[in-house]
Each structure stands twice: as C-alpha cells, then as structure tokens.
C-alpha cells in the first residue's frame, strides 16, 4: 500500500506505535477524533457570547469547565461510536469513506486498538466528563447534572447496541440537540440562569449546522450502513431525499438567523454572513452524490459544510458580542 493509501485510509499501528506514556496519550488523543471537536467547542462559545452580552455575566472557571466536560462527552461518544460500528460491522465493510471525515477513525480497523481497548478509552472519557460535571455541580447546583446526563445519553445512546439511534433514523436529531441546543443553551444558563429566546435561537442554528455535517457524511458510508441494518436518514432518504433535507435545513437555520434580525437579537450586519452561509449551504447539497465521478465534489461539499459550522458559529459569536 503506497503512502498515499495509507492516508486515505487513516493512521496505521506503524505510524503511532511506540513505547512510553506520551506515545499512548498521543494515541488516545487522536482515536478521539480531535479534529471535530469544533462541534463541542464552538456551540459553548456561542452559548457564553451570549450570556456575556444579554446578561454581562462571565465567569472564567464555570466557562472552562463547562468546555472541558463538553469536550470530554464529545470524545467519549467518538470513540463509542468507532466501537459500536465495529461490532455491527459498518466500519469494517466501509469501503466508500472520505477519511478523515467518514468511515470513523479506523483505530480498531487499523490495528491501532483493540475494540476491548477502545470501549475502555470511551469508559475512561465519560468518567472524566463526569467528574468535571461533578465539579461544575457544586458550582452551579444539580441542573447541571440533568444537562451532562441528557448529553452524555443522547452521544452514547447514539451508538449504543440494541438502541442505537444512529440506525434509527434519530441520530442526526439526537447530535443536533447534544452539540447544538444544549450547549448553546446550557453555556449561557450556566453564565447567567436564565436561558431566554435569543439562545433557543442560537442553538437552533448551530445545531442545524451540526446536523448538517452528519446528514452529508453519511451519504459516502450510506452503502456500508444499509448492508449492516444502519439506517441513517441519508440511507433512508437516498441522494435525492438527502438533498431535499439539507437544503430545507439550510433554510431553516436561514429563518431562525431571520427572527433573530428581526428581534434585534443580532446586528442587522449579521443578515449579510447568515445570508451568505445559506447560499453556501444551498451550493453543498448540490455535491451530494454516490456516483464515483462525483467523489471529488462530495468532498468539497462535506469541507464546505464543516466550514460553515465553523466560520457561521463565529459569526454568532461576534454578532452576540456585538450586539
């Protein structure tokens, strides 16, 4: 296998071998899948922003900690996930992914861990999130338990046997609430105690946009998912329904950016990038396509929704501040 393979296909025992306990936490660390953690970071900026502008409250321990449990959930249900589509077979028959961004780490297909090894790492991170929430609830009182458990559920429920929501056609709603409406919302409760209309606006939109990411990554694993019973919305739907339900989404975190012009939530300056982020979106679904001429598109079209996450929660964050 040539090293561009090797690539494609993602790190290999080889590569991130070695003895010692830098080189173990390195491999933790990445059978994580750090490079998505944007998609619990940015919602707790968002959330935070918000408090900080609405109710100029910030407190900087509350705000770490509340990143830190939320980065560590997020890990936890990563690395579940690469766990649970090992044992149902989608990652091992997986030949269609886009690595880095399907198909899953490939840590357990790689040879990088064991899928015993990767359960333990999921357990290690749901008990460090635990205990930072543990933490935070003697800061903040026993609401923060119910947050941190209803996160924690919907990720490891996401991918849990016997449940698994991912395979049910409500895993996309599940990560839109667990890394958009409820960070969003919960950062900005744990600021201030309130969550008022402006931050349900907020986390509607980011969690639109997280929707989004998964909805058109499952489009190149969708053949893999369907042989092994998983079957998430882009294989419910197939290209054409998947298409139609990402360019409605797109629409729908348009209207809420709307509503928060039109209370002057945001500066009228937000409509422009908000208006902007919806043509982009519009733009990505054309990308959405299994044929193998189109792989090159898809590609882009996955890039292009991950950037709108990234550069749209940003734009809210400042519109926030901004304000």
């Given at each position: 296998?040539?090293?561009?393979?090797?690539?494609?296909?993602?790190?290999?025992?080889?590569?991130?071998?070695?003895?010692?306990?830098?080189?173990?936490?390195?491999?933790?660390?990445?059978?994580?899948?750090?490079?998505?953690?944007?998609?619990?970071?940015?919602?707790?900026?968002?959330?935070?922003?918000?408090?900080?502008?609405?109710?100029?409250?910030?407190?900087?321990?509350?705000?770490?900690?509340?990143?830190?449990?939320?980065?560590?959930?997020?890990?936890?249900?990563?690395?579940?996930?690469?766990?649970?589509?090992?044992?149902?077979?989608?990652?091992?028959?997986?030949?269609?992914?886009?690595?880095?961004?399907?198909?899953?780490?490939?840590?357990?297909?790689?040879?990088?861990?064991?899928?015993?090894?990767?359960?333990?790492?999921?357990?290690?991170?749901?008990?460090?999130?635990?205990?930072?929430?543990?933490?935070?609830?003697?800061?903040?009182?026993?609401?923060?338990?119910?947050?941190?458990?209803?996160?924690?559920?919907?990720?490891?429920?996401?991918?849990?046997?016997?449940?698994?929501?991912?395979?049910?056609?409500?895993?996309?709603?599940?990560?839109?609430?667990?890394?958009?409406?409820?960070?969003?919302?919960?950062?900005?409760?744990?600021?201030?105690?309130?969550?008022?209309?402006?931050?349900?606006?907020?986390?509607?939109?980011?969690?639109?946009?997280?929707?989004?990411?998964?909805?058109?990554?499952?489009?190149?694993?969708?053949?893999?998912?369907?042989?092994?019973?998983?079957?998430?919305?882009?294989?419910?739907?197939?290209?054409?329904?998947?298409?139609?339900?990402?360019?409605?989404?797109?629409?729908?975190?348009?209207?809420?950016?709307?509503?928060?012009?039109?209370?002057?939530?945001?500066?009228?300056?937000?409509?422009?990038?908000?208006?902007?982020?919806?043509?982009?979106?519009?733009?990505?679904?054309?990308?959405?396509?299994?044929?193998?001429?189109?792989?090159?598109?898809?590609?882009?079209?996955?890039?292009?929704?991950?950037?709108?996450?990234?550069v749209g929660s940003l734009v809210l964050v400042a519109a926030a501040l901004l304000r």
């Amino acid at each position: 296998m040539d090293s561009a393979a090797r690539v494609s296909d993602g790190p290999t025992s080889a590569e991130l071998g070695g003895p010692g306990l830098p080189a173990a936490l390195r491999r933790a660390f990445l059978a994580s899948r750090p490079k998505f953690f944007t998609a619990s970071v940015l919602p707790v900026l968002v959330g935070t922003a918000w408090a900080g502008a609405a109710d100029h409250a910030f407190n900087g321990l509350t705000f770490a900690l509340a990143l830190l449990a939320t980065v560590l959930a997020h890990a936890a249900t990563n690395v579940y996930n690469d766990v649970g589509d090992d044992l149902n077979g989608t990652d091992p028959a997986n030949v269609g992914r886009i690595h880095p961004y399907t198909g899953g780490s490939r840590f357990i297909q790689n040879g990088i861990f064991s899928r015993a090894q990767m359960l333990r790492l999921a357990v290690v991170l749901t008990l460090l999130a635990l205990a930072v929430g543990a933490w935070l609830t003697l800061l903040r009182g026993p609401g923060v338990l119910m947050l941190g458990l209803a996160g924690l559920g919907l990720g490891l429920f996401y991918s849990q046997p016997g449940v698994q929501l991912s395979g049910r056609g409500s895993g996309e709603l599940a990560c839109a609430i667990g890394l958009g409406v409820l960070p969003v919302a919960g950062a900005a409760w744990l600021q201030s105690g309130v969550v008022d209309p402006g931050a349900w606006l907020l986390g509607t939109i980011v969690a639109v946009w997280v929707c989004l990411i998964l909805l058109i990554n499952e489009v190149p694993d969708s053949v893999a998912d369907a042989a092994a019973g998983k079957r998430t919305l882009a294989v419910r739907l197939g290209e054409a329904g998947t298409v139609v339900l990402y360019r409605a989404l797109t629409l729908c975190a348009l209207g809420a950016g709307v509503a928060l012009v039109v209370r002057r939530d945001v500066p009228i300056w937000a409509a422009l990038p908000l208006l902007l982020l919806a043509a982009a979106g519009l733009k990505a679904a054309g990308g959405i396509s299994l044929a193998p001429a189109h792989r090159a598109g898809l590609t882009r079209s996955i890039e292009m929704t991950l950037g709108i996450h990234a550069v749209g929660s940003l734009v809210l964050v400042a519109a926030a501040l901004l304000r």
